[in-house]
């Protein structure tokens, strides 16, 4: 069974670009989140979908957004990049938002330059 | 707000000794709670997840405990090897009028390295 697979893995981007990160879920699974990973922050939480509706969101800017299509891959989605957007995305994947394990994927590590 | 915090930061030890990870959070309220590892650069591998009934799970040489009540939680990780050194997260998902779902709160992590 396959995992949860994101690309790209790598990305670079200049200031006020914007970027789009997809993450397909394990098959089956209708629940997926995102996170932002950075040293100095942690893990932090950005949204998570459920049957392409956004069901939660964290506390970012409205520059940070994301979609979920019928099959359940998702989309999301920095415009007007700055530098601290640099980090790592990671999507997880869950059969339902509450009560599963979740399910992370490699990440997709963005650089703002 | 839940915060979660994880004691030590790092820790280093040599191959076979036992150890304890301490992960500790201020909201009770949860539906559960994940301790994961994570390689340099790499996503994240869930390890154990305990349901808030649970007081424990165990898979090989981890086990997790849950004291929800004093909103605490250790990993233990019987004759650590070298290939278990990695990053170690503890994270709560946590319920308030359903603005929880998919939201995992994490800890900053404790960087164990194992020494042959």
């Known amino acids: 069974k396959a995992g949860v697979t994101q690309t790209p893995r790598y990305l670079i981007k200049t200031r006020g670009q914007q970027v789009t990160l997809s993450c397909s879920p394990i098959?089956?699974?209708?629940?997926v989140s995102w996170y932002q990973q950075t040293p100095g922050q942690g893990l932090q939480f950005l949204f998570e979908?459920?049957?392409?509706?956004?069901?939660n969101k964290g506390n970012f800017p409205g520059r940070f957004s994301g979609r979920q299509f019928s099959n359940s891959r998702s989309e999301m989605n920095v415009s007007t990049l700055e530098l601290g957007d640099s980090a790592l995305y990671l999507c997880a994947s869950s059969w339902t938002p509450t009560n599963e394990k979740l399910f992370f994927g490699s990440g997709t590590q963005l650089s703002v330059l | 707000k839940q915060e979660v915090t994880q004691i030590p930061a790092a820790l280093s030890v040599p191959e076979g000794e036992n150890l304890v990870l301490n992960c500790s959070f201020t909201d009770s309220a949860i539906y559960n709670l994940q301790w994961f590892r994570q390689d340099p650069g790499k996503g994240l591998t869930s390890l154990l997840l305990?349901?808030?009934?649970?007081r424990e799970q165990t898979s090989g040489r981890l086990n997790a405990s849950l004291d929800k009540s004093s909103g605490r939680s250790t990993l233990y990780i019987a004759a650590s090897q070298p290939g278990d050194s990695a990053t170690y997260l503890c994270?709560?998902?946590?319920?308030?009028?359903?603005?929880?779902?998919?939201?995992?709160?994490f800890g900053q992590g404790t960087i164990l390295t194992v020494h042959p």
């Open positions: 098959s089956g699974h209708r629940s």
């Open positions: 994270a709560v998902m946590g319920y308030a009028g359903g603005t929880s779902y998919g939201k995992l709160t």
């Open positions: 979908y459920f049957s392409e509706t956004q069901r």
């Open positions: 305990i349901q808030s009934s649970q």
